[in-house]
């Protein structure tokens, strides 16, 4: 199971806590950007940027506006850190992640990158609760497990059309995201309590749905990033990773079991 279905269970219940972006609404930061911009990204000022920026800048895109949002944002930071407040959060995260699409959506943010992420997060969700049908359903009826894939594709299919050619809806998305991550979880854990006798391996599947479970709460905090690198999300996600040489241990186990149990019945007929 992807790392990421905990994450966005919890993240319904954050977003009510969480301040949102209000960095890139002060004010101070506002017109920091605005001085930023009329002094550094026009003319000669303009090419004097573009020469001293580093290559691997230049080929994500960088810019000059996203140059001046960024040393603002540090502005801003060290004006609410003197004046005694706790530092807000810009642009939605001021995180690192550990997924593909996330690293490069963190690393530039533009409208594809952003879409990529979220779609790919819905993407392992989906495959997740695939799996789990397979592995639950689908080895004695592989008809339904057909039919449920095609429906998950139809709903696949569905969610990104709509926000792609409709309207970009972040709430719509994150509702759509707990709600089919709910039905993952609930899912395995049901399957895991009602075998653990039977096939003792499962409890490592359990483990790991807990465990996510539990390191997504690290998702309801909101401190500044440690060094100015590690924030909660960051830390959740390197977190998860011994999670997931768990879940592999479970996936080896239960795959040899099912080969074991395949032979015995070969050998029956």
């Not at 269970?9 to 004010?27: T, V, Y």
């Not at 001046?68 to 540090?74: F, Q, R, S």
């Not at 050619?165 to 993952?184: C, K, T, W």
């Not at 854990?189 to 479970?213: D, E, F, G, S, T």
Request: with cysteine; hydrophobic share 45%.
């Amino acid at each position: 199971m992807a790392g990421r279905t905990a994450g966005l269970m919890l993240l319904a219940g954050a977003a009510a806590l969480a301040s949102g972006s209000q960095g890139d609404r002060e004010p101070v930061y506002r017109d920091c950007v605005l001085q930023c911009e009329e002094r550094n990204c026009s003319g000669g000022a303009l090419k004097h940027f573009r020469s001293r920026q580093p290559i691997y800048m230049s080929l994500a895109g960088w810019t000059c506006r996203d140059d001046c949002k960024y040393e603002c944002m540090w502005v801003t930071v060290g004006l609410y850190l003197q004046e005694g407040h706790k530092v807000p959060q810009f642009h939605g995260k001021v995180s690192l992640n550990a997924w593909f699409w996330s690293t490069v959506f963190h690393t530039r943010d533009t409208d594809l990158t952003e879409k990529m992420d979220y779609f790919c997060a819905s993407t392992v969700i989906l495959h997740s609760i695939y799996l789990c049908c397979v592995r639950t359903v689908g080895l004695q009826h592989p008809a339904v497990a057909t039919a449920f894939r095609a429906l998950l594709l139809l709903m696949l299919t569905a969610h990104i059309s709509y926000l792609s050619l409709i309207h970009f809806d972040y709430g719509y998305n994150l509702a759509a995201n707990v709600a089919i991550g709910l039905v993952n979880v609930v899912w395995w854990l049901a399957w895991c309590l009602r075998n653990q006798q039977r096939l003792p391996h499962v409890r490592k599947c359990m483990v790991v749905v807990l465990l996510l479970q539990g390191l997504s709460l690290l998702e309801l905090l909101d401190f500044p990033p440690l060094f100015w690198v590690l924030d909660a999300h960051a830390i959740w996600h390197i977190s998860t990773i011994p999670v997931h040489v768990l879940f592999f241990s479970f996936l080896e186990d239960d795959s040899l079991y099912l080969l074991k149990e395949s032979e015995a019945k070969f050998k029956l007929d």
